[in-house]
C-alpha cells in the first residue's frame, strides 16, 4: 500500500495552522475581505423575525455520502445560525433537501439550535424535509414552500446542477432575497446570473466564518490562505530551481 506523504504533509500542516489560529482567535480577530451577500444576509435575516416571515435554507440535492456533502455540511453550518437567530420568532427556520439523510441532519440541527436556547418546545420536526428524490423533483417543490411558509428570506447552500437555477429563480419571483452557492461550476455560472446575491468559489464554504458559528471557522479560513501562500512559494521555488539546473 503507497502512501501519500505529500498529502499527508499537508494535512498534517493544515491541522497544526487550524489548531494554532483558534488558540490565537480570541485575541487575534481574523479580518475577512467583505462579502456583500453575507452582510446582507445578516440584515435580512434580522428584518424577517421582525416582520414575521420565513428563513427558508436549501441543502441542495447531493447525498451525505461522496463529494457533494460538503456544501451540504457547509450549509448546516449556516443552518444552525439561522435556526438559532430565529428560534424565538413566529416563524424559525425551515430547511429542505433532496436526500433523507440529510434531511434527518437538517432536522437534528434544527432541534439542537432549539435547544440550546431552552426553546425546545418551539421545535417542530417538519421544519427540516425531504422534498424529492431527484434534483428536478426537489425544485419542483421549492415553490410551494417559499410560498405556503411566507419566505422572505431564501438560501441556497448545498451541491446543485442545473436546478439550482431554478429553485434562486422561484425565490426571485417572491422577491425574496436570494443568497444561492453551490460547488458546481455551471451550478455557480446559472446562480450567478438568477441569484441576487451569488457565491463564487470557496465563499460557499465561509458562511460559517462570516456567520460567526465558532472560532474553528475563523481559524479554518486563515489556515487555508496560508496554505496557499506555502504552494505558492513551492512552486515558484520548484520553478526557478528547474530553470537554474538544479533539479531535473
Known amino acids: 500500500m503507497s502512501i501519500d506523504v505529500v498529502g499527508l504533509t499537508v494535512l498534517g500542516v493544515f491541522i497544526l495552522?487550524?489548531?494554532?489560529?483558534?488558540?490565537?482567535?480570541?485575541?487575534?480577530?481574523?479580518?475577512?475581505?467583505?462579502?456583500?451577500?453575507?452582510e446582507a444576509l445578516g440584515t435580512a435575516i434580522e428584518r424577517a423575525v421582525e416582520a414575521g416571515e420565513r428563513v427558508h435554507v436549501s441543502l441542495g440535492t447531493g447525498s451525505v455520502i461522496g463529494p457533494e456533502s460538503a456544501p451540504a455540511m457547509a450549509g448546516l453550518v449556516v443552518l444552525s445560525r439561522v435556526a438559532s437567530a430565529t428560534?424565538?420568532?413566529?416563524?424559525?427556520?425551515?430547511?429542505?433537501?433532496?436526500?433523507?439523510?440529510?434531511?434527518?441532519?437538517?432536522?437534528?440541527?434544527?432541534?439542537?439550535?432549539h435547544a440550546r436556547l431552552g426553546a425546545s418546545e418551539r421545535y417542530e420536526p417538519t421544519s427540516g424535509r425531504m422534498l424529492g428524490a431527484t434534483p428536478y423533483s426537489y425544485a419542483?417543490?421549492?415553490?410551494?414552500?417559499?410560498?405556503?411558509?411566507?419566505?422572505?428570506?431564501?438560501?441556497?447552500?448545498?451541491?446543485?446542477?442545473?436546478?439550482?437555477?431554478?429553485?434562486?429563480?422561484?425565490?426571485?419571483?417572491?422577491?425574496?432575497?436570494?443568497?444561492?452557492?453551490?460547488?458546481?461550476?455551471?451550478?455557480?455560472?446559472?446562480?450567478?446570473?438568477?441569484?441576487?446575491?451569488?457565491?463564487?468559489g470557496e465563499e460557499i464554504y465561509a458562511g460559517g466564518a462570516y456567520l460567526n458559528a465558532g472560532v474553528f471557522h475563523g481559524a479554518s479560513l486563515r489556515a487555508q490562505d496560508v496554505l496557499r501562500v506555502l504552494v505558492i512559494l513551492a512552486i515558484l521555488a520548484g520553478t526557478l530551481l528547474s530553470t537554474l539546473g538544479v533539479i531535473p
Open 17 to 38: 495552522l487550524l489548531l494554532i489560529f483558534a488558540s490565537l482567535g480570541r485575541r487575534w480577530q481574523p479580518s475577512f475581505r467583505k462579502l456583500p451577500s453575507y
Open 87 to 113: 428560534a424565538m420568532s413566529d416563524r424559525p427556520a425551515v430547511a429542505t433537501t433532496a436526500d433523507g439523510a440529510m434531511a434527518i441532519l437538517a432536522q437534528d440541527t434544527l432541534r439542537t439550535a
Open 140 to 200: 419542483a417543490g421549492v415553490p410551494a414552500v417559499l410560498a405556503n411558509e411566507n419566505v422572505s428570506v431564501h438560501i441556497l447552500n448545498g451541491s446543485f446542477g442545473s436546478e439550482g437555477a431554478l429553485a434562486a429563480d422561484f425565490g426571485e419571483r417572491r422577491q425574496a432575497l436570494v443568497v444561492g452557492g453551490s460547488d458546481d461550476v455551471h451550478a455557480q455560472a446559472l446562480m450567478y446570473a438568477t441569484a441576487e446575491h451569488p457565491l463564487v
